[in-house]
């Protein structure tokens, strides 16, 4: 069952980010330099991450730290290709809010701009939205 093991990898998490021990820049530089080669799965990982925000404004704010790394370098070189993605874009977006987050990501004014209602687009619009003070109502 992977119910024990992902709960214990969020525990886990809470833990070093509550002590100091790790930071979403720090921990968003390792996954950046993961994810674009594929040695995530990012629907997985997605559900840790998600789980992380939910516990509090501090786990948005590393979410977000983590995430902004990922899409940054990961947009750009074809993530948004990926399964799951849309999933990334869219947890980025709710964490963005929570902490009232602002900014650029490299990457995702050309995701948002294509045409279309595939769900990576819409997600794109939806962070770019939040980044721009913006609710990522629509």
Known sequence: DQIPARAGAVDATLGLLATGQIT???????WARLVPHHQVKLPRWHAHLLDV???SVAGNQYVWDVLRQVLSLGLPTGLAKRAGAADLVGLAAEAALAIGAGGEVPGLAEVAERPGRSRIATEARRLRDVLRGGTGAG
């Open 53 to 55: 925000a939910g516990s």
């Open 24 to 30: 979403g820049d720090a921990a968003g530089d390792a």
